[in-house]
């Protein structure tokens, strides 16, 4: 044994040493001290004395975010399209999110990153826990950490570009056109070149005429089908959930849930669809005639959302394939459902995934395994009772994190995106300060 290995052992041992000695001093301590009135008490009170301790994954201070004061028409002035007034929205006139909003409401993202900017930390409580922002709003943009840009482009598209060819599409662009000319003249703009400016782009067609003009921007977006990588990847963008269309199952305490779930598979939804999407209609041929499955063909409206809600929660698994674009609004209505997924999707990005196990609450087919006879089905109907039910609970735990909400929520739905932007600050800076020292093309981002 040479010299230094004989050191390395030494220095193990003696670390072993003073660990057994501490040990067994803690434990001789908690045998003959009454420590409820110590100094320690506070300490030790502060774990629970029920179930394992987890650390909160709360930030230590919340991110400083300034937002632009835009015209009514970027934003809210498109939920009451009679209303005339253009000053920008306060505290006091932001108007609720329509209750009747159709297919609309999941995509609604941007409304809500922008009403929690509204939310005033207060002393109340919630759940006897103070309630805890990820993000506040500052007024001096020299402090602020980033930008954020409130323009509901999703709900631009949905409400003046949906129908492709009709005539209004133009004030979709010009919308756009305006809002672009505004952000080039903002000097906090022109100090980045917009890396520090948090843009929402929830629908697959939000900004579409000029999006790749603001392709340094942290993009809030559902996922990566419709972005060429040159423009939007992991490293800068945000993933967002839909925001869910069914209701949340809030008192989901059957005694049983295994067996009072007495549908294997479920869903319900179009079946022709683009791309990725395809295969739901090849599902459809391969599951519509097992009887413990159902899987039905329909097009969104209040009264098959209602039918929705009740199917999930009868159902013991939720089929999500991908549709035109690699997610949908599906995945997250199981999830408030507690309805275990099945991801059918290859190139899916999921939010908050540096910090949500997914394998821990769904399971993943490829579309290749998915597509054999008998394979999906064979594998659901084998699996493990105990299993799905750690699942089921993982779902009740995790759903709080899909729920949006005005008054936000500590580690609701949209405090959870707001984190996901604070993660993509060290990138943001790393980039802004590269290239304000390079005298040259940046050589990582050309083809090597």
């Known amino acids: 044994m040479s010299d230094c290995e004989k050191t390395m052992y030494k220095k193990a ?78 505290v006091e006139t932001l108007p609720p999110w329509p209750k009747v909003s159709g297919l609309r409401k999941q995509h609604s993202v941007e409304y809500w990153m922008m009403a929690s900017l509204f939310n005033v930390e207060k002393e109340g409580k919630e759940n006897n826990d103070e309630v805890k922002m990820e993000a506040v709003r500052v007024l001096d943009p020299e402090i602020a950490d980033v930008f954020f840009v409130p323009f509901f482009s999703s709900l631009s598209f949905n409400v003046y570009g949906h129908n492709m060819t009709d005539p209004n599409n133009e004030h979709d662009k010009e919308l756009q056109v305006d809002i672009l000319k505004f952000l080039r003249e903002s000097k906090h703009w022109q100090r980045s ?146 309805c275990v997924p099945v991801i059918i999707s290859d190139q899916i990005e999921l939010p908050y995934e540096d910090e949500l196990d997914y394998s821990e609450f769904s399971l993943f087919f490829s579309t290749d395994e998915a597509l054999k006879p008998g394979y999906l089905i064979k594998q659901l109907r084998q699996f493990p009772k105990d299993k799905w039910l750690t699942m089921w609970n993982k779902l009740k735990n995790i759903s709080h994190h899909f729920e949006f909400q005005y008054p936000s929520k500590s580690s609701d739905a949209v405090n959870m995106i707001w984190r996901q932007v604070r993660h993509k600050l060290p990138y943001t800076k790393l980039t802004i300060h590269r290239t304000r020292r390079l005298k040259i093309p940046d050589w990582w981002e050309s083809k090597r």
């Open 13 to 90: 041992a003696y670390t072993l040493a003073f660990f057994i000695i501490l040990t067994f001093t803690y434990l001789f301590l908690i045998g003959t001290l009454n420590l409820r009135g110590s100094y320690l008490t506070p300490f030790l009170q502060s774990f629970p004395s029920n179930s394992i301790w987890v650390p909160s994954c709360q930030s230590l201070t919340p991110l400083r975010v300034y937002m632009y004061d835009l015209p009514r028409r970027f934003n809210v002035g498109m939920l009451r399209r009679k209303d005339t007034d253009q000053t920008p929205v306060t």
């Open 193 to 338: 070149e917009g890396r520090d400016h948090v843009i929402p782009m929830h629908h697959p067609n939000a900004f579409r005429f000029l999006r790749e003009q603001v392709n340094a921007s942290i993009l809030v977006v559902a996922d990566f089908g419709r972005y060429p990588k040159s423009m939007s990847n992991l490293k800068k963008d945000v993933v967002a959930p839909y925001v869910h269309v069914v209701d949340s199952y809030t008192n989901d305490e059957a005694s049983d849930p295994f067996e009072s779930r007495t549908t294997l598979l479920y869903f319900r939804g179009r079946t022709v669809r683009k791309d990725e999407g395809v295969i739901r209609a090849k599902l459809q041929k391969l599951l519509e005639d097992y009887d413990d499955v159902h899987f039905e063909r329909s097009v969104a409206s209040e009264a098959n959302i209602k039918l929705s809600t009740k199917g999930m929660r009868a159902s013991k698994f939720c089929l999500h394939p991908a549709g035109d674009t690699p997610s949908s609004c599906r995945l997250f209505d199981a999830i408030v459902s507690h």
